[in-house]
Nanobody, 124 residues
Framework: AQVLAESGGGSVQAGGALRLSCRAAGYILDNMGWFRQRAGQGREGLAMIYPDDGRTYYTDSVKGRFTVSRGSAKNTMYLLMNDLKPEDTAMYYC???????????????????WGQGTMVTVSS
């Protein structure tokens, strides 16, 4: 199993930006995704990137504001979050696994490997 570690969370005012990082232990060719969980709510898939061709998928609520990307070493994934809103406050997780069909890209149960999460707090 891959070991994943998120970083980059913090507190920001509405309209601000943060960049989250997810580093995998060792080289990784898996599909990688970002998820979040608000207090008292279920896990929400946000974005996913394929390693081979860089295809990306986003949930509607973050399209145009969040951008997912991979590092050149392929063992790091980023989530650039712009125009943050108070409703973006959540614990953010990265996940990785192989062979995920596009229709399952933002479904948490598609992934076996998860990081511990990094907290993002957006104040109004």
């Amino acid at each position: 199993a891959q070991v994943l570690a998120e970083s980059g969370g913090g507190s920001v005012q509405a309209g601000g930006a943060l960049r989250l990082s997810c580093r995998a232990a060792g080289y990784i060719l898996d599909n990688m995704g970002w998820f979040r969980q608000r207090a008292g709510q279920g896990r929400e898939g946000l974005a996913m990137i394929y390693p081979d061709d860089g295809r990306t998928y986003y949930t509607d609520s973050v399209k145009g504001r969040f951008t997912v990307s991979r590092g050149s070493a392929k063992n790091t994934m980023y989530l650039l979050m712009n125009d943050l809103k108070p409703e973006d406050t959540a614990m953010y997780y990265c996940a990785a696994d192989r062979g995920i069909a596009t229709g399952w890209a933002l479904v948490g149960s598609s992934y076996k490997n998860w990081g511990q999460g990094t907290m993002v707090t957006v104040s109004s």
